[in-house]
Antibody, heavy 120, light 108 residues
Framework: QVQLVESGGGVVQPGSSLRISCVGS????????FHWVRQAPGKGLEWVAV????????YYADAVEGRFSVSRDNSKNTLYLQMSSLSPEDTAVYSC??????????????WGQGTLVIVS | EIVLTQSPGTLSLSPGERATLSCRAS???????LAWYQQKPGQAPRLLIY???SRATGVPDRFSGSGSWTDFTLTISRLQPEDCAVYYC?????????FGPGTKVDIK
C-alpha cells in the first residue's frame, strides 16, 4: 500500500544538526513533489519545506530558511531534511507528505506518521 | 506570508447538525490552491478538500468546501461522531504554504 515512513528523530542539543529521512513505498516516488510539515506538542500544523519531483525546486518557511535543507534521492525512494542550528523552538513531530502530483503548488495527499525531534 | 485565521476555535454540536468552519486569509488566495485537512488525536492529517471544493478520494459527500478570495468555508452537512477532530485550512499557492491554526469540532 501507499506509505511514507519517517526516521532519524531524537534528542539533540541546541545548536546542533540532525538529518531526518522519509521513505516512500507503494507508488512512483520520483513522480511526486514532497513536503515536510511539523507539529509542536499540542500545537497546530506548520509547513516547513517542499521539493519538486526532480529535486530542482525548493521552498522553505521563513522560520527555517537558511538553516534547513530539503533533498531527495529518487533512486532510494527517500526524502531528507537536513536541519542545522537547531533551537528548542524546532522541537516537533516532523512529517513528510506527498503532493497530489509532480508540481509544487498542490495539496498534501499522503502523510507519514512523523518522527519526533526534541531540542534540549 | 499569507496568514490564515480560522473560526471558531472550537465548535460543539450534536450528531446530525450542520457544522460551518471558516478560514480567512490576510490576502487573496487563488481558490485552486486552498485545502482542508482533518486530524484526529494521535493520527496523521487527512486531506479532505483540495482546490477549494474538490473532495479527496474516499471523503464522504457530507464534507464540502466553498469560498473565494479571502474567505473560505468547510461545511459538514450532517455531523457524525467520527467527525470529532481538528480541521485545518491551508493555502498552497504562494510560498510559504501556510496552515491556519485549526478549528476543533466536538460532538456533544
Amino acid at each position: 500500500q501507499v506509505q511514507l515512513v519517517e526516521s532519524g528523530g531524537g534528542v539533540v542539543q541546541p545548536g546542533s544538526s540532525l538529518r531526518i529521512s522519509c521513505v516512500g513505498s507503494g507508488f512512483s516516488f520520483r513522480s511526486y513533489a514532497f513536503h515536510w510539515v511539523r507539529q509542536a506538542p499540542g500545537k497546530g500544523l506548520e509547513w516547513v519545506a517542499v521539493i519538486s519531483s526532480g529535486g530542482n525546486d525548493e521552498y522553505y518557511a521563513d522560520a527555517v530558511e537558511g538553516r534547513f535543507s530539503v533533498s531527495r534521492d529518487n533512486s532510494k525512494n527517500t526524502l531528507y531534511l537536513q536541519m542545522s542550528s537547531l533551537s528548542p523552538e524546532d522541537t516537533a513531530v516532523y512529517s513528510c507528505a506527498r503532493g497530489m502530483s509532480s508540481v509544487i503548488p498542490d495539496a498534501l495527499e499522503i502523510w507519514g506518521q512523523g518522527t519526533l525531534v526534541i531540542v534540549s | 506570508e499569507i496568514v490564515l485565521t480560522q473560526s471558531p476555535g472550537t465548535l460543539s454540536l450534536s450528531p446530525g447538525e450542520r457544522a460551518t468552519l471558516s478560514c480567512r486569509a490576510s490576502q487573496s488566495v487563488d481558490s485552486r490552491f486552498l485545502a482542508w485537512y482533518q486530524q484526529k488525536p494521535g493520527q496523521a492529517p487527512r486531506l479532505l478538500i483540495y482546490a477549494e471544493s474538490s473532495r479527496a478520494t474516499g471523503v464522504p459527500d457530507r464534507f464540502s468546501g466553498s469560498g473565494s478570495w479571502t474567505d473560505f468555508t468547510l461545511t459538514i452537512s450532517r455531523l457524525q461522531p467520527e467527525d470529532c477532530a481538528v480541521y485545518y485550512c491551508q493555502q498552497y499557492g504562494t510560498s510559504p504554504f501556510t496552515f491556519g491554526p485549526g478549528t476543533k469540532v466536538d460532538i456533544k
